[in-house]
T-cell receptor, first 110, second 114 residues
Framework: GQQLNQSPQSMFIQEGEDVSMNCTSS?????WLWYKQDPGEGPVLLIA?????ELTSNGRLTAQFGTTRKDSFLNISASIPSDVGIYFC??????????FGKGTKLTVNP | DTGVSQDPRHKITKRGQNVTFRCDPI?????LYWYRQTLGQGPEFLTY????????KSRLLSDRFSAERPKGSFSTLEIQRTEQGDSAMYLC????????????FGQGTRLTVV
């Protein structure tokens, strides 16, 4: 089946640092989504990308749809403690279902 | 409307018991999805409805699982004869028709089977 590979699995950074994470696949997709999940909560959509090469920002977050359509990147600038959580990439895996990666767990030290 | 609502938030049950979860989607959303999430994994698709019609079911949805959306509004997910492997977070999401990539998730129901 379709598999999304996220890296790194976890990150420990200092407040104020920039963060980069990525998501790759062996398959080509038309959509890339980035979600954040806080402990005990459901995922919240951060950014949606629909076109190869597209670069979209949401505040301090910037995501890019890779030109090969097989990958996507999420950057967080000037991290703050509330950025802590698990970040998931996702795509549309045929029909209406979403396929998620295993997530990148972010820890921000004040 | 405050978003997708799920009830209960937590459920502890003994192996072999039946459990039922409820999801109330955002009121104008005609699509409703169920996902399951185990520790250290991303959510995995179980099934989805368009209005009251169940249009797709994952192979993960064994015959012990049944989902309904009788009036096209709220949905229930029932697990019969629960097993320890059913322990997970069960997430519900809803979206407008044609906007499945912009689904809104509920807070989930955490099931623990002991």
């Amino acid at each position: 089946g379709q598999q999304l590979n996220q890296s790194p699995q976890s990150m420990f950074i200092q407040e104020g640092e920039d963060v980069s994470m990525n998501c790759t696949s062996s398959s080509i997709f038309n959509t890339w989504l980035w979600y954040k999940q806080d402990p005990g909560e459901g995922p919240v959509l951060l950014i949606a990308l629909y076109k190869a090469g597209e670069l979209t920002s949401n505040g301090r977050l910037t995501a890019q749809f890779g030109t090969t359509r097989k990958d996507s990147f999420l950057n967080i600038s000037a991290s703050i403690p509330s950025d802590v959580g698990i970040y998931f990439c996702a795509t549309q895996g045929g029909s209406e279902k979403l396929v998620f990666g295993k997530g990148t767990k972010l820890t921000v030290n004040p | 409307d405050t978003g997708v609502s799920q009830d209960p938030r937590h459920k502890i049950t003994k192996r072999g018991q039946n459990v039922t979860f409820r999801c109330d989607p955002i009121s104008e959303h005609n699509r409703l999805y169920w996902y399951r999430q185990t520790l250290g994994q991303g959510p995995e698709f179980l099934t989805y409805f368009q209005n009251e019609a169940q249009l797709e079911k994952s192979r993960l949805l064994s015959d012990r699982f049944s989902a309904e959306r009788p009036k096209g509004s709220f949905s229930t997910l029932e697990i019969q004869r629960t097993e320890q492997g059913d322990s997970a977070m069960y997430l519900c999401a809803s979206s407008l028709d044609g906007f499945s990539t912009e689904a809104f998730f509920g807070q989930g129901t955490r099931l623990t089977v002991v």
